[in-house]
């Protein structure tokens, strides 16, 4: 099952609570949770074209389902990022991550 | 003996003729071991050339199975999936398809994977069994795996990816008997490959190819009970905005100093070693021509191009030491955000930082970039750093025309000078990576998306045999365009000979003394005479070698440099003299740089580009300078 369709209906169906999905590039340090969904259909200007960056991110494993947690920022403007991402650590400008959408874990 | 060399002798000894030799091609991602493979199955039975038509750097080695049979290996570029985004994954991909010209496909394709970390070469192993070409998967590193307490079931591996699954520690030679048994009982089978039919995965693909890794993943691997914290401990050193900032400004420090420093006694040595080689031949020989072409020609270039050898042996075993170990890519994650605001990558630093020693190992370590375009920027503005050769230049000019006296009381105007040279050359190479990228590579800048791999210790054979490695490659590629470029200029500097009863140097009359009698008028607008537009000719061999020139033209001999700063102080106006240290700042007044640039870009093109661009820089500046210096009197 596709998990953002599972949350969009969630939200349709009304009382029980609503879960926002958060962008792996508003996301601070110490932020988690999983990759609700990968989409790049708002790619960042003078980036690459949508489709070869999601299929990119894709590639080094920011798919659904996996368990995510920005570790390290950089020093200027908090950008690059180096994530967990299940069990190996990338780096990435935030510029890319903005299509990764991510459940944040209940705490937060 | 080793045990290939012993199954050779014996094959021999049995007088079999070996069936027809193996083609393996090994493929991994990066950071997977896949060199330390290379290096185990191979020893040091390498070679590195290029591919056709592509700067990609092709390494092959063979080594000889016990029954006999010689199986040659290729090591092809580290890659994250068949969807190639790099020159050097197009090379991978099309060389595992069978499509790469002048390449004959592999028979068996052997996927290294580090035992520790096999999500994404779970999707590569699926991409490659799609392909169906014969292949073996090793998992390497298994001894760092079995630390950890991770399990996995390699029999159940093998059934899933349809591909026998060895275990392998490459560093320390184990499982690479059972790798050749299993490469061999694939070859077989290499005949009924199927066509390829390969077609780029769309995302969707790249979804469902992942949901079956990690359902392969859930069921033959149970993750590590004792799982790497040292990494993430060390991280939150390394990676910290504070703290990880400094080790790296000690790390940049010392390599720096390093290369500019660590490797002059032995560039000394090595010039006063091929000066005292020359000197021996020169009493030797009659004088006459051929002791000149020796003496100053063959042994003077052939020195020119081994004095870079202590700078590439210093600054690769940094290189080296610092990508095994993994610092290389945190290195790159903290400098990213300075680098991209130039237009360049992270990784460009060490390239750029190298170029203030010199920029031919800075050029040849270039190759840290992954992304043709980064390199190529990085390449081209890399010369611009002022290197270790400028000055004896700027030496010589400065404290013949500036005078020694102090500004605003502390600072001493030469110093001030001198540094205003230095930061020329930097603002100016980052601004123009920025109009490179700004003008000529308008499209989509590629994303910043890298795996920071787990620190390891590097294995010091290894490092060894690939720092020996880099420097083989220097001699045999580079030196030898370098070599010949030297010998060209001294026959432009020798040919045709002074008539005899001549006045004034026998350059004058050579090709190199016409050459800048001609060029003189263009440059008399930035106030060079017809004796500095002499100097430039022989200055091409390198930057240094226009104080000799000078020397030569203005028949000064000596190596009292102060002689001859006197001698220039009075011929020369200042105007003149700033324009002369604008010239050097820019001017690509080294043949050796525009010969490795050649080498590492396989094509005339880019020396040709950094040639043009250069001069019109240095031109430009020098009338500036000139012109403006001219207005205010200095004339």
């Given at each position: 099952m596709d998990p953002v369709r599972r949350i969009a209906d969630t939200d349709l169906d009304g009382p029980l609570e609503t879960i926002t999905l958060v962008s792996l590039a508003d996301g601070r340090r110490g932020f988690s949770g999983y990759i609700a969904s990968v989409d790049a259909h708002a790619p960042a200007p003078g980036g690459l074209a949508a489709h070869e960056l999601e299929r990119r991110l894709l590639e080094m494993g920011f798919v659904e389902g996996a368990r995510i947690e920005i570790l390290h920022e950089g020093f200027i403007g908090r950008d690059p990022i180096c994530v967990k991402l299940d069990d190996m650590r990338v780096a990435l400008r935030r510029r890319d991550a903005r299509g990764v959408m991510v459940r944040p874990d209940a705490a937060q | 003996m080793t045990p290939p060399d012993l199954a050779t002798a014996v094959a021999a000894a049995a007088g079999g003729a070996p069936a027809a030799p193996i083609r393996a091609a090994l493929v991994g991602n990066p950071n997977s071991g896949k060199t330390a493979m290379f290096n185990a199955l191979t020893g040091s039975r390498q070679k590195v050339a290029n591919y056709a038509g592509v700067t990609v750097e092709r390494k092959e080695g063979h080594l000889i199975a016990p029954d006999g049979r010689r199986i040659s290996i290729l090591d092809l570029p580290g890659t994250y999936s068949l969807r190639a985004r790099s020159p050097d994954e197009v090379v991978t991909r099309d060389a595992v398809l069978g499509r790469l010209a002048g390449e004959t496909p592999p028979d068996v394709v052997v996927l290294i994977a580090d035992a520790t970390n096999l999500r994404l070469v779970m999707r590569l192993a699926l991409e490659l069994r799609d392909v169906g070409r014969p292949a073996v998967l090793a998992l390497n590193m298994i001894d760092i795996a079995t630390r950890q307490g991770l399990e996995i079931d390699a029999t159940r591996l093998a059934i899933e990816l349809s591909m026998p699954v060895v275990t392998t520690v490459a560093t320390r030679k184990r499982g690479i008997d059972e790798l050749v048994i299993q490469i061999e009982a694939q070859a077989a089978n290499s005949a009924t490959a199927p066509a390829d039919t390969w077609t780029e995965p769309s995302a969707a693909a790249l979804r469902a190819l992942h949901r079956e890794a990690e359902r392969i993943l859930k069921a033959c691997v149970l993750p590590p009970r004792r799982p790497d914290t040292f990494t993430g401990k060390l991280d939150s050193v390394l990676l910290h905005p504070v703290a990880g900032i400094g080790v790296l400004l000690v790390v940049l420090f010392l390599m720096f100093q390093a290369v500019f420093a660590w490797a002059a006694p032995l560039m000394d040595l090595s010039n006063a070693g091929f000066e005292a080689l020359g000197a021996v031949m020169g009493n030797l020989m009659p004088d006459g021509l051929l002791k000149s072409l020796i003496t100053d020609g063959i042994i003077a270039g052939v020195g020119s191009v081994v004095v870079f050898l202590p700078q590439i042996v210093i600054l690769f075993l940094f290189i080296i030491l610092l990508e095994d170990f993994g610092y290389m890519a945190r290195a790159a994650f903290l400098l990213d955000k300075i680098m991209g605001g130039a237009g360049l990558h992270g990784r460009a630093f060490i390239p750029l930082l190298s170029s203030f020693a010199c920029a031919i190992p800075g050029i040849m370590a270039t190759r840290v970039i992954d992304n043709k375009r980064d390199r190529l920027t990085t390449i081209l503005v890399a010369p611009l750093m002022t290197c270790s050769a400028r000055i004896p230049v700027y030496t010589l000019i400065i404290s013949a025309f500036i005078p020694r006296q102090q500004v605003w009381g502390v600072l001493s105007l030469q110093g001030l000078i001198f540094f205003g040279l230095y930061a020329a050359g930097l603002i100016s190479a980052l601004v123009v990576a920025w109009l490179v990228r700004k003008?000529?590579?308008?499209g989509a800048a590629e994303p910043f998306l890298m795996e920071l791999p787990a620190y390891k210790i590097p294995d010091p054979m290894n490092v060894a045999r690939n720092v020996l490695q880099r420097a083989q490659i220097f001699l045999q590629r580079a030196g030898t365009i370098i070599l010949s470029m030297m010998i060209l200029i001294w026959f432009l500097c020798t040919f045709p000979g002074a008539p005899a009863g001549a006045v004034g140097p026998a350059i004058d009359y050579s090709f190199a003394g016409m050459i800048g009698h001609a060029i003189q008028p263009v440059l008399a607008p930035i106030g060079f005479n017809w004796q500095m537009s002499v100097a430039l000719i022989p200055g091409m061999a390198a930057r240094e070698v226009a104080v000799g020139a000078l020397g030569t033209v203005y028949a000064v001999a000596g190596a009292d440099t102060s002689v001859l700063g006197a001698s220039l102080a009075h011929q020369w106006s200042l105007a003149s003299a700033l324009a002369f240290l604008a010239w050097y700042v820019f001017a690509p007044q080294c043949a050796s740089t525009l010969g490795v640039v050649k080498r590492e870009t396989n094509s005339w093109r880019w020396p040709i580009i950094m040639f043009c661009y250069m001069t019109g820089l240095a031109y430009v500046a020098s009338l500036i300078v000139y012109q403006t210096a001219v207005a205010m009197g200095a004339g």
């Amino acid at each position: 099952m596709d998990p953002v369709r599972r949350i969009a209906d969630t939200d349709l169906d009304g009382p029980l609570e609503t879960i926002t999905l958060v962008s792996l590039a508003d996301g601070r340090r110490g932020f988690s949770g999983y990759i609700a969904s990968v989409d790049a259909h708002a790619p960042a200007p003078g980036g690459l074209a949508a489709h070869e960056l999601e299929r990119r991110l894709l590639e080094m494993g920011f798919v659904e389902g996996a368990r995510i947690e920005i570790l390290h920022e950089g020093f200027i403007g908090r950008d690059p990022i180096c994530v967990k991402l299940d069990d190996m650590r990338v780096a990435l400008r935030r510029r890319d991550a903005r299509g990764v959408m991510v459940r944040p874990d209940a705490a937060q | 003996m080793t045990p290939p060399d012993l199954a050779t002798a014996v094959a021999a000894a049995a007088g079999g003729a070996p069936a027809a030799p193996i083609r393996a091609a090994l493929v991994g991602n990066p950071n997977s071991g896949k060199t330390a493979m290379f290096n185990a199955l191979t020893g040091s039975r390498q070679k590195v050339a290029n591919y056709a038509g592509v700067t990609v750097e092709r390494k092959e080695g063979h080594l000889i199975a016990p029954d006999g049979r010689r199986i040659s290996i290729l090591d092809l570029p580290g890659t994250y999936s068949l969807r190639a985004r790099s020159p050097d994954e197009v090379v991978t991909r099309d060389a595992v398809l069978g499509r790469l010209a002048g390449e004959t496909p592999p028979d068996v394709v052997v996927l290294i994977a580090d035992a520790t970390n096999l999500r994404l070469v779970m999707r590569l192993a699926l991409e490659l069994r799609d392909v169906g070409r014969p292949a073996v998967l090793a998992l390497n590193m298994i001894d760092i795996a079995t630390r950890q307490g991770l399990e996995i079931d390699a029999t159940r591996l093998a059934i899933e990816l349809s591909m026998p699954v060895v275990t392998t520690v490459a560093t320390r030679k184990r499982g690479i008997d059972e790798l050749v048994i299993q490469i061999e009982a694939q070859a077989a089978n290499s005949a009924t490959a199927p066509a390829d039919t390969w077609t780029e995965p769309s995302a969707a693909a790249l979804r469902a190819l992942h949901r079956e890794a990690e359902r392969i993943l859930k069921a033959c691997v149970l993750p590590p009970r004792r799982p790497d914290t040292f990494t993430g401990k060390l991280d939150s050193v390394l990676l910290h905005p504070v703290a990880g900032i400094g080790v790296l400004l000690v790390v940049l420090f010392l390599m720096f100093q390093a290369v500019f420093a660590w490797a002059a006694p032995l560039m000394d040595l090595s010039n006063a070693g091929f000066e005292a080689l020359g000197a021996v031949m020169g009493n030797l020989m009659p004088d006459g021509l051929l002791k000149s072409l020796i003496t100053d020609g063959i042994i003077a270039g052939v020195g020119s191009v081994v004095v870079f050898l202590p700078q590439i042996v210093i600054l690769f075993l940094f290189i080296i030491l610092l990508e095994d170990f993994g610092y290389m890519a945190r290195a790159a994650f903290l400098l990213d955000k300075i680098m991209g605001g130039a237009g360049l990558h992270g990784r460009a630093f060490i390239p750029l930082l190298s170029s203030f020693a010199c920029a031919i190992p800075g050029i040849m370590a270039t190759r840290v970039i992954d992304n043709k375009r980064d390199r190529l920027t990085t390449i081209l503005v890399a010369p611009l750093m002022t290197c270790s050769a400028r000055i004896p230049v700027y030496t010589l000019i400065i404290s013949a025309f500036i005078p020694r006296q102090q500004v605003w009381g502390v600072l001493s105007l030469q110093g001030l000078i001198f540094f205003g040279l230095y930061a020329a050359g930097l603002i100016s190479a980052l601004v123009v990576a920025w109009l490179v990228r700004k003008v000529f590579w308008r499209g989509a800048a590629e994303p910043f998306l890298m795996e920071l791999p787990a620190y390891k210790i590097p294995d010091p054979m290894n490092v060894a045999r690939n720092v020996l490695q880099r420097a083989q490659i220097f001699l045999q590629r580079a030196g030898t365009i370098i070599l010949s470029m030297m010998i060209l200029i001294w026959f432009l500097c020798t040919f045709p000979g002074a008539p005899a009863g001549a006045v004034g140097p026998a350059i004058d009359y050579s090709f190199a003394g016409m050459i800048g009698h001609a060029i003189q008028p263009v440059l008399a607008p930035i106030g060079f005479n017809w004796q500095m537009s002499v100097a430039l000719i022989p200055g091409m061999a390198a930057r240094e070698v226009a104080v000799g020139a000078l020397g030569t033209v203005y028949a000064v001999a000596g190596a009292d440099t102060s002689v001859l700063g006197a001698s220039l102080a009075h011929q020369w106006s200042l105007a003149s003299a700033l324009a002369f240290l604008a010239w050097y700042v820019f001017a690509p007044q080294c043949a050796s740089t525009l010969g490795v640039v050649k080498r590492e870009t396989n094509s005339w093109r880019w020396p040709i580009i950094m040639f043009c661009y250069m001069t019109g820089l240095a031109y430009v500046a020098s009338l500036i300078v000139y012109q403006t210096a001219v207005a205010m009197g200095a004339g």
